[in-house]
C-alpha cells in the first residue's frame, strides 16, 4: 500500500473555479477585488512566482496592478509607493514580492503595508491576531497546507504535528493554525536534538526548512500524513536539473498514508489562497457579504 499522492493541483484549480464563480455573482456595483503585486528587482525565482500569481488574478476575475521596481530601488522610494497603494481606494490587496534587495529592510516594508490590506499575512497585527485566535489575513502557504490537511484526513483534533522549520512565512504560522485545530504541535528546526525521532513522533509532519530531500523514509512513521513545503531545483545525473522538495518522496510514499508531491503539491495552493485572501479583503474593506464558504 502506498501513500495517497495528495493533488495539490487539482484541489487550487477548485479553489480558484470557486473564487472566479463569487467574483462572477458579485453585484454589479462591486468592482472586482484588486491585487497590487510588487516586485524589486529581477530574481528569477520571483519572476515567476509573480507572473503565476498575476495571471493566477485575471483568470479568477480580479483586477491586477503589476509595479516593477528597479534592483536599485532605495527604501523610501518603495515606501512612497506602499504609502500611495494603503491610499488608493482601488487596491484592496498588497503583495511585495520578497526577498527585497540587500539594501531594503523587508519588515520595514511590511509593516508599512494597511493591515486590512495585507493579504500576504505577514503584518505583525496579522501576525498578532491570528496568535491570539482573531479575525486576520493568514499567511497564503500555511493556510494552503492546512486545507489539504482537513481534506484528506478531516477532523485533526489530537493529532501529533511535527513542523520543521521556523520561519515567520510558513512554520510560525502553520504552527499557530495547527494549535488552532487542536493538534499537540512541536515546531522542530536545525538546532533540535534528534530531529528524526521527533520527526517519527509525528502523525503529521510538515517539511519547511529549504533543504533538498532533508527529511528521510525512516524520520516518518508508518501511516502518518507529510506535507512538503520545500521547493528546490537540484542537479541531475544527465545534467539536467529538477524541482525537488524538502522530503525523500521515494522513500517515504510507499509508508505514509498521503504526502505532497512537488510540483503539484502546496505550491498551487499558495497561489490559490493569496486569491481568497485578496477576496476576503475586499469584502471586509468594502462592507460586501460572501457566501458561507468564503466567510
Ligand atoms: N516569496 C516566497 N514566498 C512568498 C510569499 O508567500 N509571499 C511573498 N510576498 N513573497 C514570497
Redesign the pocket.
Known sequence: MGAKIIDGKAFAAKLTARLAEVVQGLDTSITPPALAVVLVGEDA??EV?VRNKIRTTEACGMKSIEHRLPATTNQEELLDLITRLNNDDGVDGI?????LPPQIDADAV?NAINPEKDV?G?HVVNVGRLGAGLPSLV???PFGSLMLLKDTLGDLSGLNAVIIGRSN??GKPMAQLLLAENCTTTIAHSRSKDLPAIARSADIVVAAVGRPQMVKGDWVKPGAVVIDVGINRINTNNGKTRLVGDVDFDAIAPHAAAITPVPGGVGPM?IAC?LRNTLLAASRRRHFDLPADFA
Request: glycine letters at 0%; one cysteine or more.
Open positions: 525565482a520571483s512566482y503583495l511585495v514580492q520578497l526577498p511590511i500576504d505577514f499567511p497564503c502557504t512565512i510558513v499558495t493569496l
